[in-house]
């Protein structure tokens, strides 16, 4: 499956013929095509980016050197009630 707006407004509206439905949040990479279908197939659904994916980019541009430091600052920085994915 792409990662285009087309093929997740796609896969959106085949879950919702399947029956789901009352979708109230949708978890993800941030796929700009993902985050764009969201809106058109459940209006009513926010969005919310993944922890993990948002980690891995942060730590992409991270010197080795300094990952250590910048997962204390994230740690830190992350609500202790805040639910987890990955």
């Not at 979708?23 to 209006?43: N, R, S, T, W, Y």
Request: proline share 5%; charged share 25%.
């Amino acid at each position: 499956m792409k990662e285009a707006k087309a093929s997740w407004v796609s896969f959106f509206q085949w879950l919702r013929g399947r029956g789901l439905d009352g979708v109230k949040l949708i978890v993800g990479d941030k796929c700009m095509g993902m985050v764009e279908a969201v809106g058109e197939v459940f209006p009513d659904a926010k969005y919310q980016r993944c922890t993990v994916h948002f980690y891995r980019n942060v730590f992409s541009v991270v010197p080795k050197s300094k990952v250590k430091i910048v997962a204390k600052m994230l740690k830190a920085i992350q609500p202790k009630d805040a639910p987890r994915q990955g």
